[in-house]
Nanobody, 125 residues
Framework: QVQLAESGGGLVQAGGSLRLSCAAS????????MGWFRQAPGKEREFVAA?????????YYADSVKGRFTISRDNAKNTVNLQMNSLKPEDTAVYYC?????????????????WGQGTQVTVSS
């Protein structure tokens, strides 16, 4: 099993940047594919970005964040990060990291086995 804890959320003006981090417990972090999701009030949880297991050579982004967000992982520190640039008010949501053991990239929340508690990101206009 793995436990996840997000950090780095906050309030930022439109056009600004934030860097979210997700710290994972366990000794086999590199065997997990990782994902970032977000959920705004009254909306379903939506996919943001995913990184393959290992060194995270494969990455996949939602169209809405492509070119603005970057997912990266540091297996030595058991962390996965989400660098968010050029933020927009519509990026406002609670952001969650998720983990799934094994190969592949997944954009469906149900394909992930472990979730963090979430961190709030608010972008003001």
């Amino acid at each position: 099993q793995v436990q996840l804890a997000e950090s780095g959320g906050g309030l930022v003006q439109a056009g600004g940047s934030l860097r979210l981090s997700c710290a994972a417990s366990g000794r086999t972090f590199s065997s997990y594919a990782m994902g970032w999701f977000r959920q705004a009030p009254g909306k379903e949880r939506e996919f943001v970005a995913a990184s393959s297991r290992g060194f995270g050579g494969e990455r996949y982004y939602a169209d809405s964040v492509k070119g603005r967000f970057t997912i990266s992982r540091d297996n030595a520190k058991n962390t996965v990060n989400l660098q968010m640039n050029s933020l927009k008010p519509e990026d406002t949501a609670v952001y969650y990291c998720a983990a799934r053991e094994g190969p592949g990239l997944f954009r469906t929340p149900g394909r992930y086995d472990y979730w963090g508690q979430g961190t709030q990101v608010t972008v003001s206009s």
